[in-house]
């Protein structure tokens, strides 16, 4: 019975060390798995949403067709004519969501190279050339030598400070001075934006006759 009873405590205490081994090995065996996906002991593993993205190969495909059957004799069998038109495209493997598409590089850049091709494609404004070329002679057959340059500072004084809209002449002023689109010569597109921009016309544009000025300024401050 002794013999029996040692042997039955012997291979209990065995199995409980067992046990214990495989308890620590499977511990180890965890915490070396984390310390190897997380570098970082502080780091914790993120729960947001995650989504899968399909990247794999594809058409986007549009179609358009018309079909009529034509008379034949024999019932049994038909005859169609098909008109089909079709286009179809590789899908962008950059996804681009409803929700935030305004907002992408990829509609900005879209936007501004129609904005460009809508510049280069404008007509000239004849009429308004028409109308700095007038005002341009007209300053000349006063002083042959600066009278013209008057004209740009004109168009950066208005661009930088418009007259009040009070009356009518103020209101054409403010229209033929400053030029809405690109489509006049450089030389007036540079002085709109020079005085947008805020710079010093009077210095910008120095070469301007001082007479013509003072002309021009008691003209515009007169009533009408």
């Known amino acids: 019975m002794c013999t029996k009873t040692n042997r039955s405590d012997y291979q209990q205490v065995v199995a409980i060390i067992l046990l214990t081994i495989c308890s620590i090995a499977l511990v180890t065996a965890q915490q070396t798995n984390s310390s190897i996906s997380n570098p970082s002991a502080t780091q914790r593993l993120s729960r947001q949403k995650r989504v899968a993205i399909f990247n794999g190969q594809g058409v986007v495909k549009w179609v358009a067709s018309i079909a009529h059957p034509v008379k034949q004799a024999d019932k049994t ?24 598409f305004w907002n ?23 009429t308004r ?3 700095y070329d ?4 007209g300053m000349e057959q006063l002083d042959n030598d600066n009278g013209a340059t008057c004209l740009l500072r004109g168009i950066c004084e208005i661009s930088q ?13 403010n229209a033929v001075l400053i030029p809405t689109l690109d489509n006049v010569a450089e030389k007036y597109l540079r002085a709109r934006d020079a005085g947008n921009g805020g710079a010093d016309c009077r210095k910008t544009y120095g070469d301007c ?4 000025w003072n002309w021009i300024t008691k003209v515009t401050r007169s009533p009408f």
């Open 77 to 100: 069998q038909s005859f169609w004519w098909f008109y089909n038109v079709q286009g179809q495209w590789i899908p962008t493997t950059i996804p681009i969501y409803w929700w935030s």
């Open 104 to 126: 992408t590089t990829a509609f900005v850049s879209t936007a501004r190279e129609w904005r460009k091709d809508m510049q280069t494609s404008l007509r000239s404004d004849e």
């Open 129 to 131: 050339s028409w109308i």
């Open 134 to 137: 007038a005002i341009e002679t």
């Open 161 to 173: 400070t418009p007259f009040e809209k009070g009356n009518v002449f103020a209101e054409i002023l």
């Open 209 to 212: 006759s001082q007479k013509i």
